[in-house]
């Protein structure tokens, strides 16, 4: 549980993005409903995390209603400035990655350059065996919230496997740490999972820097079984440093002051594509403007964003209904439109079930998202 809260995102972010309404929580619970005889399995877990994530944003919101908030934009000058010294005073044990494989988020060794008595900083040490971090991390920028930021990933090693997308679940370990003060706040060497993006009105995804930073590496190559043990092999593994705007901001979330900025070294090792509707469309696909940001794309205008929305054109047919379902018993290779629904191993074989969007009238628009077509290929003779 203390997990999923350290990557609590800020209820101001929901707030802002998704004002949550009696409405529209309603209106998902009755599609919930609607679309219940179909998923009861899947369902039951969306409405297990509904709840979860109404009363952790609650807490959220009573922990910080007595400190004022602080503007973003401004805050992020500060936080630039903290960082950018930080990263000029820095540096870490580049040279030990560059021979073996695997490396672990531990072996990863950043140190405060020396100082003179008076405070001063001096030459790096070992120059042919340490980068200075600011010379070694890539800088990148982004929008959030309406303020600009500034953030910065050191690279190790890319990983051999896929990359997650913003909106799926990831299977990582890492260690956090402040900037300011240096301590670690947590240290995870036993691998676990996270959700990288809410469920859309509450507060059960990760921080922003986690979404926008985990898809630019891979998951491991593969894994082998070693005494019971999961051994990764080939893995992204990197280092972020965050503005608390990418972070926590104005919450305090356990040993994390208001306004830190954080450092995250981590290996990414597997993920899991998540559809948190259950509509058969992939969360990320349901970024139809490719924002990275799944709250401003909404369909019919009905308050929910398509990816929390099980009929994305209100016309009565979910969109689940909207798609034509495949059966194979063998690897596909995915047509246009086409995503895997559901896979099952079993001693009779391998089945996958794909969903595929069609366009019926062929006028560019896919028939779930086109209100003047509702053909319900799963009641077709009914
Ligand atoms: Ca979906
Ligand atoms: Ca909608
Ligand atoms: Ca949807
Ligand atoms: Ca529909």
Avoid at 96 to 124: A, C, R, W
Avoid at 171 to 186: A, L
Avoid at 262 to 290: A, R, T
Wanted: proline share 3%; aromatic share 12%.
């Amino acid at each position: 549980m203390i997990q999923k809260y350290y990557f609590n995102v800020s209820c101001d972010h929901i707030k802002s993005n998704n004002e949550p309404s009696i409405r529209f929580v309603v209106n998902l619970m009755l599609e919930i409903i609607k679309h219940m005889k179909i998923k009861v399995l899947k369902l039951g877990l969306c409405l297990l995390v509904l709840v979860i994530a109404v009363v952790s944003c609650e807490n959220d919101d009573d922990s910080t209603s007595s400190i004022p908030i602080r503007d973003r934009a401004e805050q992020q000058l500060a936080d630039k400035d903290s960082l950018l010294a930080y990263l000029t005073t820095h540096y870490y044990n580049s040279s030990f990655f560059e021979s073996g494989s695997n490396h672990k988020y531990t072996d990863i060794v950043i140190t405060e350059l020396p100082q003179d008595d008076e405070g001063n900083y001096l030459e790096m040490p070992d120059p042919d065996n340490n980068t200075l971090l600011i010379d070694a991390v890539e800088t990148l920028t982004t929008t959030f919230l309406e303020a600009d930021y500034e953030y910065y990933v050191l690279k190790i090693n890319q990983g051999g496997g896929e990359a997650p997308k913003f909106t799926d679940a990831v299977r990582f370990r890492f260690e956090g740490s402040i900037v300011e003060t240096k301590d670690v706040f947590q240290s995870l060497s036993t691998p676990d999972n996270i959700n990288l993006h809410s469920n859309g009105f509450g507060s059960q995804g990760a921080i922003r820097a986690w979404q926008l930073v985990l898809p630019t590496f891979n998951t491991a190559f593969d894994f082998s079984l070693s005494n019971g043990i999961v051994e990764y092999n080939n893995f992204g593994l990197g280092v972020m440093f965050v503005p608390s705007g990418l972070g926590y901001f104005s919450g305090s979330v356990l040993d994390i002051p208001s306004y830190s900025n954080l450092i995250f070294k981590f290996e990414l090792l597997q993920y899991q594509e998540v559809d948190h509707d259950s509509d058969g469309i992939p969360s990320f696909v349901e970024d139809y403007n490719d924002n990275v940001d799944v709250f401003d794309n909404d369909t019919d205008g009905d308050g929910i964003s398509d990816f929390a929305d099980f009929d994305d054109d209100e016309d009565g047919i979910s969109t689940f209904n909207e798609l034509v379902q495949t059966t194979y018993t063998s690897e596909p290779t995915l047509a246009a439109n086409e995503y895997v629904y559901s896979r099952e191993e079993s001693e009779d074989g391998l089945v996958i079930i794909t969903v595929t969007a069609q366009d019926t009238n062929s006028n560019g628009i896919l028939d779930y998202l086109d209100d003047s077509v509702s053909i319900d290929y799963n009641n077709i003779d009914e």
